[in-house]
């Protein structure tokens, strides 16, 4: 089966934001528009085709990203400024990711395999901090944007004062491309600032666009921002600066030139606005075809050779080998493990065998499925730049890279965030509990933020995840998915062990009991690093006072210290642990001595070092009438928390108290329930994990007594 779409008329995007920014609503509508789906669905009345899953239906927020495929081709206008269709000539996969925190990873692996992004913006509240969250993750995974602020036909709706967040708070480098025509509940439309055109609504359910000419009151604003645009554009191309120094004018296609090769180097983030619910989103479709890459626009994907290691490059190209990255798992209740994947170099076919290259191990290709939304379309072949899900694969998980056997490759692997917060959880009744370990496992496989381990001394099964809202999202789906009732334990906090100081750590481990005894002698040093560093094993015996045989079993006994903790049985983290002499018997020394000599002597050391722990601290944002403003600073206060900033947000009786603080996640466990309390339920937050931080003396007290008296319960 031959490419339908070239590589140059692909686009993968994403769709990101903060919470309720309406980045679903925006996605609904633009599938709408493309004739992939016949009904817009809401968001609020749980119709959305892109919250799929029950439970973001109900909620009203997104927790899985969602995938779909849909076709495009620019607006036209006739004579008398009506809109034209006409033939779809692009592909444009979509990925509409969630914004609440918790799901963060969602948005982290989606931005690894797009190409571009649009940021959505809520016009009434500007830059939020999930904004900020998406805006750096796109950052660091080089991702060109563009800027989408909606709801700026709502009350308090606000272009202008939004465009200026985002110069202030991610980019001043952000610049419209667009101006709206009107405000609030009389938006009429928009000016386009390469077109020279205005588009305004056409009928009163807002569902058509007509082409017509700028109006006349507008003529000063569209000179003043045409100018700003102009000018920051041709930065971006030497003779495009000297054809406007010498003419001060350069035609649309080559502003259109300068503007696409400024968003595509990350120099620039054009901007447009509207009400993501009307057709204004076809006009974002267009700006989408204009200014993001297609594949062939971003840097070739960069790997290594698994055998040599040495790095490779594969361009976006049919011909070459294959190599793709999957970068999510789900658990379909109709067709079993979907792997989401995107091919990078070459094509795949069904029926054919593929080369999990983190893995080793070869798997068959039964099944290729294109997703639109839990809609799924089978397909024969998948070529370069394309995003498709793999039905069956036994072995693939989140990360893995699949590649040609004669051609193998490892791409750079996703890292996720270690989880913040745990719950116990026990099945209610015998027959849950083998349903319960299935169930776990797979919601583990599909989610690489939720961890599920046994703890040692008690047996109980411990859930760990980003958040509150992520632990009872995933004790829903449980229920609801795999029909396992459980009951959850308090929520416990991740907390960390480290040290203040540079100590020295010695055991020499013999037993002899008749026979052949045990001998395993280890001195080792540690020392701390800063926040953040991790852990870091340094071998420096010299002359064989250790045997090299013995150094991975003392490593190991390490590693299991620094898992399980000395202080209270938390992580250790931030430190560097040097072994650097030993001894060894020619006959009784082995592994397993080895290895807890290394053990005991790490916790010599680590009792000298001066121990204290480490609390995650969350960055808190609150928006809050005026009047609760002080019941809520005084909360918070007493919460530990530290305030950092506050402002005001909106105009007139639309502004509002915007609070931000730090504050230790322990002390915000039930939060939404006091806000709800303290404000007549006026008031809302969002919070993210910020760092780790040093816990107070007193506070440190508490919880190794806490940690002390349910030992001695266990024993």
């Not at 925006?26 to 992939?36: A, K, N, P, V």
């Not at 070459?320 to 076919?349: E, H, M, N, Q, T």
């Not at 040093?525 to 045989?549: A, L, Q, T, W, Y």
């Not at 996640?665 to 329930?673: D, I």
Request: hydrophobic residues 35%.
């Amino acid at each position: 089966m031959p490419r339908q779409y070239p590589l140059k008329k692909t686009r993968n995007i994403g769709i990101i934001a903060h919470i309720d920014a309406g980045k679903t609503t925006t996605t609904e509508r633009i599938l709408f528009y493309t004739g992939i789906s016949h009904k817009i669905g809401e968001v609020h009345e749980g119709e959305a085709v892109m919250d799929w899953m029950d439970q973001e239906q109900e909620r009203g927020i997104t927790i899985t990203s969602a995938a779909t495929t849909c076709f495009w081709s620019p607006l036209s206008f006739d004579e008398s400024g009506k809109m034209q269709s006409g033939e779809k000539e692009y592909r444009i996969n979509i990925i509409d990711t969630p914004g609440h925190v918790d799901f963060t990873v969602e948005v982290e692996r989606s931005l690894r395999v797009l190409d571009g992004g649009v940021v959505v913006f809520d016009g009434k509240m500007g830059v939020e901090p999930q904004s900020e969250t998406v805006w750096r993750q796109a950052d660091k995974y080089k991702v060109p944007r563009i800027c989408f602020i909606n709801k700026i036909n709502q009350t308090g709706g606000d272009f202008y004062k939004s465009l200026e967040s985002i110069n202030n708070r991610l980019s001043p480098h952000a610049l419209p491309i667009t101006i709206p025509v009107g405000t609030e509940k009389d938006l009429e439309g928009l000016i386009d600032l390469v077109e020279m055109k205005a588009y305004l609504y056409a009928n009163d359910d807002h569902t058509e666009l007509k082409e017509t000419d700028i109006p006349e009151n507008m003529k000063d604003e569209v000179k003043k921002y045409y100018s700003m645009l102009i000018e920051k554009a041709v930065e971006f191309d030497d003779k495009l600066m000297e054809i406007f120094l010498e003419d001060g004018e350069i035609s649309k296609d080559e502003l259109k030139y300068a503007i696409r090769k400024g968003t595509l180097e990350g120099k620039m983030f054009p901007v447009t606005g509207g009400d993501g619910r009307s057709v204004i989103v076809t006009k974002l479709l267009d700006n989408v075809l204009d200014y993001l890459p297609s594949p062939v626009d971003v840097a070739a994907v960069e790997g290594i050779d698994p055998k040599t290691e040495d790095k490779i490059i594969r361009e976006a190209d049919d011909e070459k080998p294959f190599s793709a990255l999957a970068f999510k798992i789900a658990v379909d209740p109709y067709v079993g493990k979907l792997c989401f994947f995107r091919v990078y170099s070459g094509s795949l076919k069904v029926g054919s065998y593929v080369y999990n290259s983190t893995k080793g191990k070869k798997e068959r290709i039964g099944r290729i499925v294109r997703l639109h939304s839990n809609k799924r379309e089978e397909v024969g072949e998948v070529f370069a730049g394309d995003i498709a899900a793999i039905i069956g694969l036994k072995n693939t998980t989140t990360g893995d890279t699949l590649c040609d056997e004669k051609d193998p490759i490892i791409l750079e692997k996703i890292v996720f965030p270690e989880p913040v917060i745990s719950v116990a959880v026990e099945p209610k009744t015998k027959a849950d509990q083998e349903k319960m370990s299935i169930a776990l496992k797979k919601l583990a496989e599909e989610d690489p933020t939720f961890q599920v381990k046994t703890d040692d001394e008690t047996l109980e099964t411990i859930i760990a995840g980003m958040g509150e809202l992520h632990l009872e999202v995933l004790v829903e789906r449980m229920k609801r998915e795999f029909k396992v009732e459980a009951n959850v334990g308090k929520p416990r906090v991740a907390y960390r062990e480290t040290i203040d100081q540079k100590a020295d750590g010695e055991e020499k481990y013999v037993r002899q009991s008749g026979g052949r005894g045990q001998y395993g002698h280890v001195i080792l040093s540690i020392e701390p690093m800063d926040g953040g560093s991790g852990f870091e094993f340094v071998d420096e015996i010299k002359g064989g006072r250790i045997p090299s045989e013995f150094i991975p079993a003392v490593e190991k006994g390490i590693n299991e210290a620094v898992n399980s903790g000395v202080l209270a049985g938390y992580p250790v983290t931030d430190l560097r642990v040097r072994l650097y002499d030993g001894s060894f018997h020619e006959v009784d020394s082995s592994e397993a001595a080895f290895k807890i000599a290394g053990s005991k002597a790490f916790k010599k050391a680590f009792r000298n070092a001066k121990p204290y722990l480490l609390e995650p601290i969350v960055k808190v944002e609150v928006v809050t009438p005026e009047s609760s403003m002080g019941d809520v600073v005084g909360d918070l206060n007493s919460r530990r928390g530290v305030i950092e900033n506050m402002e005001d947000r909106g105009e007139g009786n639309a502004v509002v108290k915007v609070i931000s603080a730090k504050v230790p996640l322990s002390s915000m466990f039930g939060y939404a329930t006091t806000l709800r309390s303290i404000s007549q339920g006026r008031a809302n937050y969002s919070m993210e994990f910020s760092h780790y931080e040093r816990v107070p003396a007193n506070v440190e007290q508490e919880i190794l007594g806490e940690s002390k008296v349910k030992e001695e319960e266990d024993e």
